[in-house]
């Protein structure tokens, strides 16, 4: 089975090798679990925003039809100071689309929440506020939790994690923003049997 993942840095794993990625870890751990999902195609790079993402994704087209789909975006939109309205719609199309890709089956797409970059020491480096962080990404994370459950779509959500223990020297890449490897390991860990229960229905 075909795997796709859509995203930013967080999915192409900025500062980690390849296996260390979070989409590369979910679907190796699927694997181990009886699941023959395939490595993913990874449409992802560092910095893109919800429309920089859907832009990409035309210049690729045709995509084609994937058994499996999944979506984190949004974390550059709360950076660069975009409003949650514009979020929710360019958020809500791709969520449309990721669910088309999965030749409409919405039980076939996993969304995972923005995880919180305020408490890394990049964000304390720079002076920003952790709290207007955390406020601005849980009004993101709650419009596109609410969106999934308006489609179907499971939710993972792996910002707790990424608060708990985003400041943690072997949880960051060099970069001290992004995460590492390890951090990478928990976020997969806590997809998984959410993802498993997507591929119980043939």
């Not at 045709?62 to 499996?68: C, H, M, V």
């Given at each position: 089975m075909d795997y796709l993942?859509?995203?930013?840095?967080?999915?192409?794993?900025e500062g980690v090798a390849a296996d260390g990625r979070w989409p590369m870890r979910l679907a190796n751990s699927l694997r181990e679990h009886g699941i023959e999902l395939a490595a993913p195609r990874i449409i992802a790079t560092t910095g893109w925003t919800t429309d920089e993402l859907a832009s990409a994704m035309d210049v690729e087209e045709?995509?084609?039809?994937?058994?499996?789909v999944s979506l984190l975006i949004g974390v550059n939109n709360q950076y660069r100071g975009r409003s949650a309205g514009d979020y929710?719609?360019?958020?809500h199309e791709l969520?449309?689309?990721?669910?088309?890709?999965?030749g409409d089956r919405s039980d076939r797409v996993l969304v995972l929440s923005i995880p919180d970059w305020g408490v890394t020491p990049f964000a304390t480096a720079q002076g920003r506020d952790a709290a207007q962080i955390a406020a601005e990404l849980d009004a993101y994370n709650a419009i596109a939790a609410e969106l999934c459950v308006q489609h179907g779509v499971a939710f993972v959500d792996i910002t707790a994690t990424s608060r708990e223990r985003g400041g943690e020297t072997e949880m960051l890449a060099d970069d001290g923003l992004h995460?590492?490897?390890?951090?990478?390991a928990l976020w997969a860990e806590r997809a998984l049997p959410i993802a498993r229960t997507l591929f119980d229905n043939p």
């Open positions: 993942a859509l995203g930013d840095s967080y999915t192409i794993g045709p995509l084609g039809r994937w058994d499996f929710r719609c360019e958020f969520l449309r689309r990721a669910i088309r890709l999965a995460p590492s490897a390890a951090m990478y």
